[in-house]
């Protein structure tokens, strides 16, 4: 293969990757935009706007409620998954290239999805942040009056409401585990069986057409 060829076929395969890197940069803006409400986008729409005094009181219940460490999971969570999709991706490309053994295409393909990643990272960690935080802000505005914000400050300073800010990111976890292993089985034997049924009833139609 000529240095002409190999050139546009090292050009193409970056633009492909550069490509689906961009996608998944999408979809991590498609994910925030889906979370907030209808009514969220009302208010904005609305020209709505928060009184300073419960803005303040809004900011220091999230504070309170640790929402910056809870937006830190999401996005983890997040790059996570990114980075394993652009793993696939740099390894299916990396594959194609022969004169390197499996080990290196396997190493190549990690450090191109570590770089990746780092530059999604870079470019939109701080604005994942800052509309989660929006969002969050919008939604207590519409939710809860002065009064409730009020007593949700007074309770996450009291020893409750410390215990509920670090246990429940656990429940959660566990809630979600325990879901998985107890409903996710019957939902695929009930699904399953709907199948087995409806192939049963097409069956026994086309047999019944033929008489």
Request: hydrophobic share 40%; charged share 30%; aromatic share 8%.
């Amino acid at each position: 293969m000529n240095w002409s060829v190999r050139r546009n076929c090292c050009i193409d395969k970056r633009s492909r990757l550069f490509g689906a890197f961009c996608c998944l940069a999408m979809a991590v803006f498609i994910g925030i935009s889906a979370v907030l409400p209808a009514v969220a986008t009302d208010s904005k729409q609305s020209g709505h706007s928060i009184s300073p005094s419960k803005l303040a009181l809004i900011k220091e219940v999230l504070n309170l409620a640790n929402l910056d460490n809870t937006i830190d999971r999401m996005w983890t969570a997040c790059l996570k998954k990114i980075s394993a999709d652009l793993y696939k991706l740099s390894l299916r490309d990396f594959i194609a290239n022969t004169t390197l053994s499996a080990a290196e295409q396997e190493e190549k393909a990690q450090e191109q999805a570590r770089k990746l990643t780092e530059n999604l990272s870079g470019h939109f960690k701080e604005e994942y942040f800052r509309l989660y935080k929006e969002i969050y802000i919008d939604i207590y505005d519409q939710f809860f009056s002065q009064e409730d914000l009020e007593a949700m400050k007074t309770f996450f300073g009291t020893e409750s409401g410390r215990k509920s800010k670090e246990i429940t990111p656990r429940m959660i976890k566990e809630l979600v585990a325990e879901l998985k292993d107890r409903v996710n089985p019957r939902i695929k034997s009930s699904l399953r069986k709907r199948l087995e049924d409806m192939d049963a009833a097409r069956t026994k139609e086309a047999e019944e057409s033929k008489i």
